[in-house]
C-alpha cells in the first residue's frame, strides 16, 4: 500500500498545524515545509453547496422583532451529531425592565446609516409609535445580543471597571449604562458595514443620558467591540483618524490572528506598530493551503491549521465574514461511524454508548462539585476519574461498545489537543459557560481569506524571528533576524509552545508568577492529513464520518474526517489525529500516514462497491516540530486552573504584553479567541500609554539615571544590613509603596557591589527590618505575603519610576 501510495500521489510533509478553531503564530524563522505547490496560499472562491450565513446573513433593523433561531432540523434516521466538545451552557436570568424603559426614546429619529442597505429602515415606511410593551422586547433582544459576545447579564465586565464607564458601581447609573452599551452594540451589530457615530447613538437615547452615551461609545470603539473590521467604510474612518491622536510605538511579535488584530486596532488607535514574524506569511497557526493535480485539472483549499468557525453567534469572525460578504457553510450534524471492518455503525447501540459517555462526565462533574476544595489542592486526570466511574458502573464491557467509547474519548482528547490522562479533571472544562452559540460553520476558500484582508496594508517584516527582548523604563528593545528594534513596549502573541520552549529570551526574566503559569498549562498536539482525490467518491451529502479501532492507544488515529467538497473547490478529505496517537504520527513518513488513510477509507468503501480513487496530492501537518509553535492550542493541565490563562495575559512592567489563544480565558483553543485578545491587549496598551504621559517616566540615559537613584540612596529614609528603604515622606499611609535596595558585595564584580531594587509596601519594609540576618530577609521578599522581586535598575516598573520622581521632587524642594 506504501509503495503504490509512493507512485501515484504526491505526498508533503507540511510544518503548519492543526485542526482546532485556534489561532496565530510566530517568531523564530525556520524552514517553511515545501510541497509540489510551493506558491503562497491562495485559497479558492467557491460557492458552497449550503452557504447559509448563521445568524447575521442580513442587517436586522433595531425595531425588529427578532424571534429565536431554532436548532437545525435533523433527519430522523441520521446519526446523531458528535460534538466537538461537551459543553454546559449557562443561561442567566433577564434583568427587570420595570424600570429601565425611560432610557431609550419611545420613537427614535430615522437612522441615516445606511438607509439603502437596510429594507426594513425608518425611511421605508411610517415608522409606529412603539408602546412599553416594544420597548421592552427591544431591550431584551439587545441584552442577549450582548450576552453573545460575551457581557454579563446585569454586571460590568473587568475591562469596563478599569475604564472608569460610571462613577459608581451597582445602582441605578450601571444599570442604566448597561442598557445603554446593549443598545449601541446591538444598532451597530445590526450593519456592520457602516461606522456607527456617537450622533447616531444618541438618536435613540434620551438627552438626559448623553453622558452615558459617550462612556459606552468610548469603551466600545476603544476596545474593539463596535466599528472594527476590514469593510470600506469602517477603514476609511480609521484612516482620517490615525493623525490626530500620536501615541507611542508598539511592536507586535507574531503575525498570527491575535498579532493582526492588535496591530490593526492599535493603528487606529494612533500608535506606530511594527509586526515581526518568523515566517514567511500571516496567518500562524491559520493556514490555508492550495492543493492541485500537476494538470491543474482538480484543484482545491485546504485549511491546514484553524478550520472551523466554532460558534457564530456573537462571534468577531462572523462580523469580518458578512463586510467581506463570504459565505458560510454550516457544519451538518450527521456523522456516520464506521467499524474497523467497514460497517456502519447501528444507531441505537451508538446512541447508547454516547449517552453512557455523557453521564460519565456529568458524574465526574458532581464528584468534583461535592469535594471541591480538595480537588484545587490535589488534583488527578480526567481520564483516571473517567475510568474509574467506567469500572463502577460497568460501562462498554462489550468490544463494540468499548470501541464506541474510545471513538468519544478520541473526539474529547481533539477538542483538548492532548491524551485524557493529561486533563485536569478540575478546571479541563473552566471556558464551557462562554462558549459562542450558534452553528459551526467553514468559511469557503478557507480561513486564509480573512488572514490576507487582516494582515493588508500592516508593516510586517517577514522571515524576522526574535530572538531576545529586553526591556526597561525607558521602553523595549527587540532583538530580530539581525537587526535590533526599539519601542515603547512590545506585545508577544507567540504560541504557548514558543514559551514553553524559551525560545525567546526576556530580560529582565519574566516574573516566576507567569513562568510558573506557563509550565502548569498544557499544550497539547493535532495534526492533519489533507487529501485532494481526482473525484469525490464519499457523498456529498455529509460533511463528516467517524472511523473506530480495536485499539485503545490508537483511537485518535484518523479517527474522525472531514469533508470539505462543498468549501474547498474540490474533492478534498481532511483526516485528524489525535491523542496519543498524533505524537506517533509525526514520527510515522508522510508516505506511510496517507497509506494509512487510504486503507481506512478503502475498508470503509470498498465493500460498498465504492472504488478509492489514487490522490493527487496529500499533505501532512507535523504541528509538533513547528519551531515557531511546538504544538497546536492550550489546554488546562493536572494542576492547572483558569487562573494560568490570566496570569499569562498580565502584563510585565508596563512593558510587555501578552496575547494569544492561550491568554484568553474564556475563549482558549479558538481563533476568536485569539482575535479577542488582540483587541484586549491594544486597549490595554492604551491605558497604560495614557497613564504614563500623566506621569512620564524618567528617560535620562541610564547612566544618569543611575547616578540619580544612588544619590537619593544616600540619605535613606530606612536601612538595616544591606537593606535600604526609600518612601514618599508626604505620604502616611502603612500601604504606600517604599523603594527597597539591597547591596550584594562580590570581589569578582568590576565595582566590587552590585544594587538590586524592588517596590515594597512601607508596611513590609518595616516588617522586614525587624529580621535579624540578611539571608532570612531575602527568604522573606519571596513568600507569598510579600512576593517582592529584585530587579536591576533598568528592571523597575512603571510605579517604581514614578516613585523615584516623586522622592527627588520632595528632596530637591527641601533641599
Known amino acids: 500500500m506504501a509503495a503504490a501510495a509512493a507512485a501515484t500521489v504526491t505526498v508533503t510533509e507540511d510544518l503548519i498545524g492543526p485542526e482546532s478553531p485556534v489561532l496565530h503564530s510566530v517568531s523564530d524563522p525556520s524552514s517553511e515545509p515545501t510541497d509540489i505547490n510551493n506558491s503562497s496560499p491562495a485559497p479558492m472562491e467557491t460557492n458552497s453547496s449550503e452557504p447559509t450565513d448563521i445568524n447575521n446573513s442580513s442587517p436586522v433593523p433595531l425595531e425588529a422583532t427578532i424571534e429565536p433561531v431554532p436548532e437545525p432540523q435533523t433527519q430522523p434516521e441520521s446519526q446523531p451529531r458528535k460534538k466537538r466538545r461537551r459543553r454546559k451552557k449557562i ?124 462612556s459606552a461609545y468610548n469603551f466600545l470603539v476603544q476596545h474593539g467591540y463596535i466599528n472594527f473590521g476590514v469593510c470600506p467604510a469602517i477603514n476609511d474612518v ?141 488534583d488527578v486526570s480526567l481520564g483516571t476519574a473517567l475510568e474509574a466511574f467506567r469500572h463502577v458502573y460497568r460501562v462498554a464491557e462489550e468490544p463494540l461498545e468499548r470501541m464506541l467509547l474510545d471513538w468519544h474519548l478520541a473526539n474529547l482528547e481533539y477538542a483538548n489537543a492532548t491524551l485524557m490522562s493529561n486533563l485536569s479533571m478540575a478546571f479541563w472544562d473552566q471556558d464551557d459557560p462562554y462558549e459562542m452559540g450558534g452553528d459551526h460553520c467553514f468559511i469557503p476558500g478557507g480561513n486564509g481569506r480573512l488572514v490576507r484582508a487582516l494582515s493588508e496594508d ?32 512590545v506585545l508577544c502573541t507567540v504560541p504557548l509552545g514558543v514559551l514553553k520552549k524559551d525560545a525567546i529570551e526576556f530580560v529582565p526574566e519574566l516574573p516566576q508568577r507567569k513562568k510558573d503559569a506557563i509550565e502548569r498549562l498544557g499544550f497539547g498536539l493535532l495534526n492533519k492529513v489533507a487529501i485532494l482525490f481526482p473525484y469525490d467518491f464519499w457523498g456529498g451529502e455529509i460533511d463528516t464520518f467517524g472511523h473506530l479501532t480495536d485499539d485503545p492507544k490508537m483511537r485518535g488515529e484518523f479517527f474522525l474526517f472531514y469533508s470539505y467538497s462543498s468549501v474547498a473547490g474540490g474533492p478534498l478529505l ?20 496517507v497509506g494509512r488513510v487510504l486503507e481506512i477509507l ?22 509538533g516540530q513547528d519551531q515557531y509553535s511546538y504544538g497546536s492550542y492550550s489546554y488546562v493541565a493536572i494542576g492547572a486552573s483558569g487562573d494560568d490563562y490570566d496570569i499569562l495575559a498580565e502584563n510585565v512592567a508596563d512593558r510587555v504584553f501578552f496575547a494569544g489563544e492561550a491568554t484568553n480565558r474564556q475563549y482558549p483553543a479558538t481563533m476568536h479567541g485569539a482575535f479577542l485578545s488582540g483587541m484586549r491587549e491594544a486597549a490595554h496598551i492604551m491605558r497604560v ?78 516588617e522586614l527590618s525587624k529580621i535579624e540576618e540578611d539571608t532570612r530577609r531575602i527568604e522573606m521578599l519571596t513568600r507569598d505575603d510579600f512576593r517582592v522581586r529584585l530587579v536591576g535598575r533598568k528592571g523597575l516598573c512603571e ?17
Open 689 to 766: 500609554a495614557r497613564r504614563r504621559s500623566i506621569h512620564p517616566p524618567n528617560i535620562m540615559p541610564s547612566g544618569l539615571q543611575n547616578n540619580a537613584l544612588e544619590t537619593l540612596f544616600e540619605t535613606p529614609d530606612l536601612t538595616f544590613g544591606s537593606f535600604s528603604v526609600l518612601y514618599d515622606r508626604q505620604s502616611t499611609d502603612s500601604e504606600s509603596n517604599a523603594l527597597l535596595r539591597v547591596e550584594f558585595r562580590n570581589g569578582k564584580l568590576e565595582s566590587g557591589v552590585m544594587h538590586l531594587y524592588g517596590l515594597i509596601q512601607r508596611k513590609q519594609a518595616v
Open 238 to 378: 480609521k484612516n482620517k483618524v490615525v493623525n490626530e491622536m500620536p501615541e507611542g510605538s508598539v511592536i507586535v511579535i507574531g503575525a498570527g490572528l491575535s498579532g493582526l488584530v492588535a496591530a490593526r486596532q492599535l493603528i487606529f488607535l494612533g500608535f506606530k506598530v511594527l509586526v515581526l514574524e518568523g515566517r514567511e506569511r500571516p496567518g500562524g497557526r491559520v493556514r490555508t493551503k492550495k492543493m492541485s493535480a500537476a494538470d491543474g485539472s482538480v484543484v482545491g483549499a485546504a485549511d491546514l491549521g484553524g478550520s472551523v468557525l466554532t460558534g457564530i453567534n456573537g462571534n468577531p469572525l462572523g462580523v469580518l465574514v458578512r463586510q467581506l460578504e463570504f459565505p458560510l457553510h454550516k457544519v451538518r450534524d450527521i456523522c456516520p461511524l464506521y467499524l474497523p471492518n467497514g460497517r456502519m455503525v447501528n444507531s441505537d447501540v451508538d446512541s447508547k454508548v454516547e449517552s453512557s459517555f455523557n453521564k460519565l462526565l456529568d458524574r465526574v462533574c458532581k464528584l468534583r462539585q461535592g469535594i471541591v476544595e480538595e480537588v484545587r489542592s490535589v
Open 602 to 623: 478503502k475498508g470503509i468503501f470498498s465493500p460498498k462497491g465504492i472504488a478509492v480513487p489514487a490522490p493527487v496530492q496529500a499533505i501532512c501537518t507535523r504541528w
Open 91 to 214: 443561561f442567566t436570568d433577564m434583568i427587570s425592565t420595570a424600570s429601565r424603559l425611560r432610557v431609550l426614546r419611545p420613537h427614535p429619529k430615522p437612522n441615516p446609516v445606511a438607509e439603502d442597505d437596510v429594507p426594513d429602515s425608518p425611511s421605508s415606511h411610517q415608522r409606529k409609535r412603539r408602546g412599553p410593551s416594544d420597548l421592552s422586547k427591544e431591550v431584551d433582544i439587545e441584552a442577549l445580543i450582548a450576552i453573545s459576545v460575551g457581557f454579563p447579564v446585569d454586571s460590568l465586565t473587568e475591562e469596563e471597571i478599569e475604564a472608569n464607564v460610571v462613577s459608581q458601581i451597582g445602582g441605578a447609573e450601571q444599570a442604566n449604562y448597561i442598557i445603554v452599551r446593549n443598545h449601541i452594540l446591538s444598532r451597530w451589530r445590526s450593519n456592520v458595514d457602516v461606522w456607527l457615530t456617537k450622533d447616531h447613538a444618541l438618536e435613540s437615547i434620551r438627552a438626559e443620558h448623553k453622558n452615558l452615551v459617550s
Open 799 to 815: 510605579d517604581a519610576e514614578t516613585l523615584i520622581s516623586q522622592i527627588s521632587q520632595i528632596k530637591s524642594a527641601s533641599s
Open 574 to 593: 481532511v483526516a485528524l489525529v489525535a491523542g496519543e496517537a498524533a505524537v506517533k504520527f509525526e514520527k510515522m513518513s508522510p508516505v506511510e500516514s
Open 458 to 489: 500592516l508593516p510586517i517584516f517577514y522571515d524576522c524571528a526574535v530572538d531576545s527582548v529586553r526591556y526597561g523604563s525607558d521602553g523595549v528593545l527587540v532583538y530580530a533576524g539581525g537587526q535590533e528594534f526599539r519601542g515603547d513596549v
